[in-house]
């Protein structure tokens, strides 16, 4: 089954740029979507089909897919985008699978 | 607005089954997938399954599959899903979630999350 591997954390201080990788086999092919998710809150989504983000996102969430590897980019951090994200892909088109999630921490 | 609301909080004991609800509002809920998705505490997301609120069809994760089973109510824009045989590693909040469709599309909309406890 496929596969999607996150690092565990991520550290940033406010006002500097966080990058958080996603990593699976040909995964440029694939679409990628990132969804955040705050302590005792369900997940919202934050980035679809790689890169687009939905009404209420702001600019400074941004998201690409290349190669075996999407990132998901914050510019300009701020301590409300402490949150653990999770990236997402479908296997096969019919099974949805997630990351093991990163939990962001802005210092 | 668009809304997945759940049913309240269950705690079964292992080897029972439970059964939770998703009622959707706001859209077609014929036009939009539903998806549970589960996350045990302190870990992160898992997929369990998806229907198909037009067809009846669904699709399960591989480990989960003969233990899960979803379905819907079109007459009242409601999804269930039923996990049999509990065991206490099935202790997790249970979310549903839509999707446009399947393979290029994401859960834009997310239910509040049912707790499911299992415990002798």
């Known amino acids: 089954s496929y596969e999607l591997t996150q690092p565990p954390s991520v550290s940033v201080s406010p006002g500097q740029t966080a990058s958080i990788t996603c990593s699976g086999d040909k995964l440029g092919i694939k679409y990628a979507f990132w969804y955040q998710q705050k302590p005792g809150q369900s997940p919202v989504l934050v980035i679809h089909?790689?890169?687009r983000r939905p009404s209420g996102i702001p600019e400074r969430i941004s998201g690409s897919n290349s190669g075996n590897t999407a990132t998901l980019t914050i510019s300009g951090t701020q301590a409300m985008d402490e949150a653990d994200y999770y990236c997402?892909?479908?296997?096969?088109?019919?099974?949805?699978?997630f990351g093991g999630g990163t939990k962001l921490t802005v210092l | 607005q668009v809304q997945l609301v759940q049913s309240g909080a269950e705690v079964k004991k292992p080897g029972a089954s439970v059964k939770v609800s998703c009622k959707a509002s706001g859209y077609t809920f014929t036009a939009y997938y539903i998806h549970w998705v589960r996350q045990a505490p302190g870990q992160g997301l898992e997929w369990v399954g998806w229907?198909?609120?037009?067809?009846?069809?669904?699709n399960y994760a591989q480990n989960l599959q003969g233990w899960v089973t979803v379905t819907r109510d079109t007459s009242i824009s409601t999804v269930y899903m039923e996990v049999s045989r509990l065991r206490s590693d099935d202790t997790a909040v249970y979310y549903c979630?839509?999707?446009?469709?399947?393979?290029?599309?994401?859960?834009?909309?997310w239910g509040q999350g049912t707790t499911v406890t299992v415990s002798s």
């Open positions: 979630a839509r999707s446009p469709g399947i393979s290029n599309y994401a859960m834009d909309v």
């Open positions: 997402q892909a479908w296997d096969s088109n019919i099974a949805v699978v």
């Open positions: 089909q790689n890169s």
């Open positions: 229907i198909n609120p037009n067809s009846g069809g669904t």
